[in-house]
C-alpha cells in the first residue's frame, strides 16, 4: 500500500525545545517537500529535496532544518530559533521536481506550550 | 515573483447551487496548474490537473476547471454542489523548481 506517512499526528513542545517530524514515503519518488498551513495562508514551502543528500530551502526556512539521507525519508527539524512553530505540517512527494503532480501526507499538527 | 492567487476566502452555498472558484497566477513561462482539496480531517488530494491540451479540464466528483492563458485564471466549476463537497480549495502552480499554493478556498454547503 504506496504512501506518505507523517509522525506523529498530534505534537506537544515547550518553548525552546528542537523537535522533529517524521516523513517517510514508499512511492519510490525522487522529490520531496516540507509545507507549514496555517489558516488563511495556504501552504507555504520550507524546504524541497530533488535527490538524496541535496535541500534546498523554500520561502520560509529560517528556524528549520531538514536532512535527506535515504530517499523514502525527509525529517523536519523546528528549531528553538523558529519564532512562532505552532502549525500544520505537511510533507509531499513527487515523482520529479515541480512539474509532477504532489502527493500529500496527513500532517502533524505541532503545538508550542 | 511567482505567485497564485484565490479571491475567494469563504463561499457558502445551498445544495444544488453551482460554483466557480477563481484562481489567477503569475508566470509568464510554461506552467502546470493543479486544483487540490482538504476534506475536513482528510490529506490534501488532487482534483485535478492541467499540463496541455485541450483548456477544459475534469477532475473526480464532477469538477472542472478551465485554464484560460489570456487571463492567467484557472477557474474550478461545478455546476451542482452537495454537502460533501464541504471542504477547503487549493489552486497551485508550479514554478521553478516546486508548486506555488494560494491561500485557500474554504467551501461550505448547506443541506
Known amino acids: 500500500d504506496g504512501g506518505i506517512t507523517q509522525s506523529p499526528k498530534y505534537l506537544f513542545r515547550k518553548e525552546g525545545q528542537n523537535v522533529t517530524l517524521s516523513c517517510e514515503q514508499n512511492?519510490?519518488?525522487?522529490?520531496m517537500y516540507w509545507y507549514r498551513q496555517d489558516p488563511g495562508q495556504g501552504l507555504r514551502l520550507i524546504y524541497y529535496s530533488q535527490i538524496v543528500n541535496d535541500f534546498q530551502k523554500g520561502d520560509i526556512a529560517e528556524g528549520y532544518s531538514v536532512s535527506r539521507e535515504k530517499k523514502e525519508s525527509f525529517p523536519l527539524t523546528v528549531t528553538s530559533a523558529q519564532k512562532n512553530p505552532t502549525a500544520f505540517y505537511l510533507c509531499a512527494s513527487a515523482v520529479g521536481i515541480s512539474y509532477n503532480e504532489q502527493f500529500f501526507g496527513p500532517g502533524t499538527r505541532l503545538t508550542v506550550l | 515573483a511567482q505567485s497564485v492567487s484565490q479571491h475567494n476566502h469563504h463561499v457558502i452555498l445551498s445544495e444544488a447551487a453551482s460554483l466557480e472558484l477563481g484562481c489567477n497566477y503569475s508566470?509568464?513561462?510554461?506552467?502546470?496548474l493543479f486544483w487540490y482539496v482538504q476534506y475536513p480531517g482528510q490529506h490534501l488530494q488532487l482534483l485535478l490537473k492541467?499540463?496541455?491540451?485541450?483548456?477544459l479540464v475534469k477532475g473526480i466528483k464532477g469538477f472542472e476547471a478551465e485554464f484560460i492563458k489570456s487571463k492567467f485564471s484557472f477557474n474550478l466549476r461545478k455546476p451542482s454542489v452537495q454537502w460533501s463537497d464541504t471542504a477547503e480549495y487549493f489552486c497551485?502552480?508550479?514554478?521553478?523548481?516546486?508548486?506555488?499554493f494560494g491561500t485557500g478556498t474554504r467551501l461550505t454547503v448547506i443541506p
Open positions: 492541467y499540463f496541455s491540451g485541450d483548456p
Open positions: 512511492l519510490n519518488h525522487d522529490a
Open positions: 508566470y509568464g513561462g510554461t506552467v502546470n
Open positions: 497551485a502552480a508550479t514554478g521553478a523548481n516546486n508548486l506555488f
